[in-house]
């Protein structure tokens, strides 16, 4: 008993913060180390962001629909690289209302295979808590509803309230949704949506020594 509550006193107090320190490759702490001590600091810079700081304005180039836009240059952790990059992060209020169905995540197959076990051997459909099984065929957004992938579509979106159509192709996506349960997880989906044909792109430079001397 006294082990139990052991355990769960210490789940109690790692399930607010996802436990998320102990996630974090040390790579990453240094650089939101670094981030912290120097707000202004980055490692590496968009093309729209060349020669600008924190805070100044930007554009990027290419519709509203393919991410193009006016925004400001923002510093961030990108953890897949463990570097702080400074990018053009797009300020204008963009909204695509694409009436995909919630729900039919499919979580992982650790989860999944405990799952089974479960009700192989209790019988119980009541033990069935996680979603195991991919929706086919994979729902689609309603500017690709009854359309095929690769198929041209035209997505209509609002751009700071006033409305805009684009044309895009209609693309498979996976779609992703974290949660946390004996650990932090990844639920993944499949679907359909329209997408821009060349959404724009974010090419990185190095910072120079020199702009890491003067910002």
Same mark, same amino acid.
């Given at each position: ?10 789940? @109690?107090?790692?399930?607010? !913060?996802?436990?998320? @320190? ?8 240094? #650089? ?5 001590? !120097? ?35 923002? &510093?961030?952790? !990108? ?22 169905? @919630? ?16 009700? #192989? ?5 009541? !033990?069935?808590?996680? &979603? ?72 990185? #430079? ?10």
């Amino acid at each position: 008993m006294f082990k139990l509550l052991k355990c769960l006193a210490m789940l @109690a107090m790692c399930v607010p !913060n996802f436990c998320r @320190a102990d996630l974090i490759s040390p790579q990453v702490q240094a #650089a939101q180390e670094r981030l912290r001590a !120097n707000p202004n600091t980055f490692d590496r810079f968009d093309t729209y962001c060349a020669g600008k700081r924190p805070g100044a304005l930007c554009t990027i180039a290419g519709n509203t629909f393919a991410g193009g836009g006016k925004g400001v240059c923002t &510093n961030a952790i !990108n953890e897949s690289k463990s570097s702080i990059d400074l990018s053009c992060v797009r300020s204008e209020r963009v909204e695509i209302d694409r009436k995909l169905p @919630a729900g039919g995540f499919v979580h992982d197959a650790d989860l999944c295979a405990r799952q089974a076990t479960i009700i #192989a051997t209790e019988d119980g459909q009541e !033990n069935r808590r996680w &979603n195991c099984t991919p929706e086919h065929p994979a729902p689609a957004d309603r500017f690709c509803r009854g359309k095929a992938v690769g198929s041209a579509c035209t997505a209509e979106l609002s751009r700071e309230g006033s409305m805009e159509k684009h044309a895009g192709v209609c693309t498979a996506a996976t779609e992703t949704e974290n949660f946390y349960y004996q650990g932090r997880r990844l639920a993944k989906r499949e679907v359909i949506k329209c997408e821009p044909g060349q959404p724009a792109k974010h090419i990185y #430079a190095p910072a120079s020594w020199r702009q890491k001397l003067f910002r």
